[in-house]
């Protein structure tokens, strides 16, 4: 592979992505907070690096997968961040859930360094990230898009270019709201079943053939019949999320009714210590009401 991949942040479904690279016979540098996940990849074939600007100064295109917009904004623009260390040329791609409008300003600051930057958001969770099969949905011109195919492609199974920058960020806020409607509606459905005296994991498997089957009734509808809740994606993540949707939603004056009871619900599991749970536990907290 001709690009070398700076991997910054490497959690739940940075190390699994990262990993994934290498094993596509990238050269990967990789960076992140916690030691061991560094030891782990380095353990595979990849470098380290002590700095993010120290990851930019070592490679072609770097990724970033990090929690939260402060926290990008660090790694990319602050002191010892990837601006620092990148050559002209360079390509960022930030693989985070972060505020579109924040998103655009990055990539005017690397623009102003001849560097492209694309937002790319991801859906599919752990298991998508470990199985390569994420839906990657991407923000920037069309030149860096064609550019980081091969690193998508080693990443996930269904990439669609959007838009413009924060373009990728604005689907994935859609994405977090469907999600996380569509859990809140699947808790609602298997406990008005149990409660009625019937068995949920039947409706569920019912369900699942007509037109409320979905991937959120299958792998999340059965993790509530588990009361299985250890974090794919936590609830302290999609709390932040639903931040970011319910921001865009005023910026841009749409109505999201619905989502503002799910955020509401998020909340409330956050408050009662649910929040690193995996956001199917919101089905604890309707059982808690």
Same mark, same amino acid.
């Given at each position: 592979m001709? @690009?070398?991949?700076?991997?910054?942040?490497?959690?739940? %479904?940075?190390?699994?992505?990262?990993?994934?690279?290498?094993?596509?016979?990238?050269?990967v540098?990789?960076?992140?907070?916690? =030691?061991? =996940?560094v030891?782990?990849?380095?353990?595979?074939?990849?470098a =380290?690096?002590?700095?993010?600007?120290e990851?930019?100064?070592a !490679?072609?295109?770097?990724?970033? %997968?990090l929690?939260?917009?402060?926290?990008?904004e660090?790694?990319l623009?602050?002191?010892?961040?990837v601006?620092e260390?990148?050559?002209?040329?360079s390509?960022?791609i930030d693989?985070?859930?972060?505020?579109?409008i924040?998103?655009?300003?990055?990539?005017?600051?690397?623009? @102003?360094?001849?560097?492209?930057?694309?937002?790319? =958001?991801?859906?599919?969770?752990?298991?998508?990230?470990?199985?390569?099969?994420?839906?990657i949905?991407?923000?920037?011109?069309?030149?860096?898009?064609?550019?980081?195919?091969?690193?998508?492609?080693?990443?996930?199974s269904n990439? !669609?270019? !959007?838009g413009?920058?924060?373009?990728?960020?604005?689907?994935?806020?859609?994405?977090?709201?469907?999600?996380?409607?569509?859990i809140?509606a $699947?808790a609602?459905?298997?406990?008005?079943?149990?409660?009625?005296?019937?068995?949920?994991?039947?409706?569920?498997?019912?369900?699942?053939?007509g037109?409320?089957?979905?991937?959120?009734?299958?792998v999340?509808?059965?993790?509530?019949?588990?009361?299985?809740?250890?974090p794919?994606?936590?609830i302290?993540?999609?709390?932040?999320?639903a931040?970011? $949707?319910?921001?865009?939603?005023? *910026? $841009?004056?749409?109505?999201?009714p619905?989502?503002? !009871?799910?955020?509401?619900?998020l909340?409330r *599991? $956050?408050?009662?210590?649910?929040?690193e749970?995996?956001?199917?536990?919101?089905?604890?907290e309707?059982?808690?009401?």
């Amino acid at each position: 592979m001709g @690009e070398r991949i700076g991997f910054i942040g490497l959690g739940i %479904m940075g190390r699994p992505m990262a990993r994934n690279l290498l094993a596509a016979g990238f050269q990967v540098t990789v960076h992140s907070r916690s =030691p061991g =996940p560094v030891e782990e990849l380095v353990a595979a074939g990849a470098a =380290p690096a002590d700095r993010a600007a120290e990851v930019a100064r070592a !490679v072609d295109v770097v990724i970033t %997968m990090l929690p939260d917009t402060p926290d990008v904004e660090s790694v990319l623009l602050g002191s010892g961040g990837v601006l620092e260390g990148v050559a002209e040329g360079s390509l960022v791609i930030d693989m985070s859930s972060i505020d579109p409008i924040a998103t655009r300003r990055f990539a005017e600051a690397f623009a @102003e360094r001849s560097v492209a930057m694309l937002d790319a =958001p991801v859906s599919g969770g752990e298991k998508g990230a470990i199985d390569a099969a994420l839906s990657i949905m991407v923000g920037g011109e069309e030149e860096a898009f064609a550019r980081a195919q091969p690193v998508f492609q080693a990443l996930g199974s269904n990439i !669609v270019h !959007v838009g413009p920058s924060g373009a990728g960020q604005i689907a994935k806020a859609c994405n977090q709201l469907v999600v996380a409607a569509t859990i809140e509606a $699947v808790a609602e459905a298997l406990l008005l079943a149990e409660r009625a005296g019937v068995d949920p994991a039947s409706v569920r498997q019912a369900l699942l053939g007509g037109f409320a089957g979905s991937k959120i009734l299958e792998v999340h509808g059965q993790r509530m019949l588990d009361r299985a809740f250890s974090p794919g994606f936590r609830i302290l993540l999609h709390r932040k999320d639903a931040r970011i $949707v319910q921001d865009t939603a005023a *910026a $841009v004056g749409a109505p999201i009714p619905s989502f503002d !009871v799910v955020t509401a619900q998020l909340q409330r *599991a $956050v408050d009662a210590g649910d929040g690193e749970s995996d956001h199917s536990a919101l089905f604890a907290e309707l059982e808690r009401e």
